[in-house]
C-alpha cells in the first residue's frame, strides 16, 4: 500500500499562485508515475497533470490544455515528493486537488489510470 499526503492548499486571489505537495509513504518506488487531479463542485475529477516515472535524469511531465504554460508538476524521488507549482490561477481553479500515484495503468489523464490517491488538498482562487 501506498499512502499519499497532499499539502499546500489554501485560499489565493486570482492571478496568485500557490504550490503543492505531495508525500508518499509506505511501499514507495521511484518507478510510480506521479498526477494530479482537481475536482470542482458539482463537477467530474478532471486531470490536471502528470509526471513519468523515473527514468535515469529524464522526466516527461503533461498537462491539461486548462493550465498549460501557467502550471509545473516536477518529483523528488529521493523523498517520493511531488510537486504542483501554480501560476497565475483562475476563478475556475476552485477544487479540491488530488495526488495520485500509478504502477503503470494507462490512459494518465483519466482516474483509472491510477491507484493510489490522496484525500486532497482545498484550493480556493477568489475573484
Known amino acids: 500500500q501506498v499512502q499519499l499526503v497532499e499539502s499546500g492548499g489554501g485560499l489565493v486571489q486570482a492571478g496568485g499562485s500557490l504550490r503543492l505537495s505531495c508525500a508518499a509513504s509506505g511501499r514507495t518506488s521511484n518507478s510510480y508515475r506521479m498526477g494530479w487531479f482537481r475536482q470542482a463542485p458539482g463537477k467530474e475529477r478532471e486531470f490536471v497533470a502528470a509526471?513519468?516515472?523515473?527514468?535515469?535524469?529524464?522526466?516527461?511531465?503533461y498537462y491539461a490544455d486548462s493550465v498549460k504554460g501557467r502550471f509545473t508538476i516536477s518529483r523528488d524521488n529521493g523523498n517520493i515528493t511531488v510537486y504542483l507549482q501554480m501560476n497565475s490561477l483562475k476563478a475556475e481553479g476552485t477544487a479540491v486537488y488530488y495526488c495520485?500515484?500509478?504502477?503503470?495503468?494507462?490512459?494518465?489523464?483519466?482516474?483509472?489510470?491510477?491507484?493510489?490517491w490522496g484525500q486532497g488538498t482545498q484550493v480556493t482562487v477568489s475573484s
Open positions: 509526471i513519468s516515472r523515473s527514468g535515469g535524469s529524464t522526466y516527461y511531465a
Open positions: 495520485a500515484a500509478s504502477i503503470g495503468r494507462t490512459p494518465f489523464y483519466t482516474s483509472t489510470g491510477y491507484d493510489y
